[in-house]
């Protein structure tokens, strides 16, 4: 199963809420909540310590007028907490399930173009790991993904004030708190880290490694060039990791023939959203690290480059996973973005940053 995060263009930004209702895991929380601004994690909660907390600093703004921001964000998740839970023993019974181990799962969230003011919003939920019903909100309806999911569409269908009041969250609501939310964190989701970058190859049969790392925002492109060309066959690319300290990583592979480490036809190029100048390193066997102890690290400065940054951050990228496995929803098709996030029954008073009671499947 793949956990999917939008990677938004230069000056879009994104508020997203990701909860997840579990029965019968081991060691594992009944109902878990993230919630994250342009892919930082911002909130969180979960049901064995049932207390909505800020992940960020800057979150505390959002309670400096309003001293019942966190106890309000607590009784939403809260409330949903029972709804999954609900959710959950009615599609069991769809599925002529009995027990076992089952999850009911949402995203919801919107997006925010800074440059042209275009605005997007997205509801989806998942059964189990697949995709289950979302809203089509430009046509004001419901889709089923599961056969089972019918029944779930038509009565979410009929409920008009429910489809209008997810419009009216997803278009104004939400994009109001996104707004805010940049503006409280701006010193930290507007700033620009440059990465550190270097090569290395296992062995001489290996593939060879470009990873860059420490760069923020998440946004980048990293790719190898022969002769000025963007080179496409015997390459693989991997996906962005976190790193401990807030920051990003990534690496691609280029599978080459031994003469070519030092023909000085290829190099590596990270484009990073922000910046204006290329990061280019250009393969060479004296800038390689191999097992045999030779040093390839470019731009120093950033911690985790080389090959043991590149484990240390997937490590860290695993057990980021495991920890917002809580919020991030879990598919097991990697889904277009604009069809990735959902969002539950809400009210109309203008201060609740996430959902309110999530309906009933």
């Not at 289950?132 to 004030?161: C, E, F, G, P």
């Not at 069809?339 to 309906?359: E, I, L, R, V, Y």
Request: aromatic residues 10%; contains cysteine.
């Amino acid at each position: 199963m793949s956990v999917y995060l939008h990677i938004l263009s230069p000056g879009t930004h994104s508020l997203k809420y990701f909860y997840t209702g579990s029965s019968q895991v081991p060691n594992f929380p009944e109902f878990v909540a993230v919630g994250m601004v342009d892919n930082v994690q911002m909130f969180y909660y979960d049901s064995n310590n049932p207390r909505a907390m800020p992940k960020q600093d800057w979150m505390n703004k959002a309670a400096e007028g309003d001293p019942q921001y966190w106890e309000r964000e607590t009784g939403i998740a809260v409330g949903t907490q029972q709804v999954f839970k609900a959710s959950i023993e009615i599609v069991k019974q769809r599925f002529n399930q009995t027990g076992g181990v089952h999850s009911w799962q949402q995203m919801y969230g919107c997006e925010w173009d800074e440059e042209t003011g275009a605005t997007d919003g997205y509801n989806q939920f998942g059964y189990d790991g697949e995709d289950y019903v979302s809203l089509d909100l430009k046509n004001m309806r419901w889709i089923a993904t599961a056969q089972t999911a019918v029944i779930t569409k038509h009565k979410w269908d009929q409920d008009r004030a429910l489809t209008e009041g997810l419009k009216h969250y997803l278009t104004q609501i939400c994009i109001d708190w996104l707004k805010k939310y940049v503006d409280y964190g701006k010193s930290t989701l507007k700033r620009t880290v440059p990465p550190s970058v270097s090569l290395f190859q296992k062995n001489p049969s290996s593939p060879v490694t470009c990873h860059a790392t420490g760069f923020y925002p998440r946004s980048i492109m990293v790719f190898w060039r022969r002769d000025g060309d963007q080179v496409y066959e015997d390459v693989e690319h991997g996906e962005v990791l976190h790193n401990e300290d807030g920051t990003f990583q990534n690496s691609v592979h280029l599978t080459v023939k031994p003469e070519d480490l030092d023909s000085g036809r290829y190099e590596c190029v990270v484009q990073l959203s922000g910046v204006q100048e290329d990061f280019v390193t250009k393969l060479e066997r004296s800038v390689v690290e191999t097992n045999h102890g030779n040093t390839g690290r470019t731009n120093p400065g950033a911690e985790g480059s080389g090959p043991s940054g590149l484990i240390i951050g997937a490590v860290v990228g695993v057990l980021l996973l495991v920890a917002i496995v809580c919020g991030v929803v879990i598919w097991k098709k990697k889904k277009d973005a604009k069809k990735g996030f959902s969002q539950a029954n809400t009210s109309d008073d203008g201060s609740n940053s996430s959902n309110n009671t999530a309906p009933k499947a």
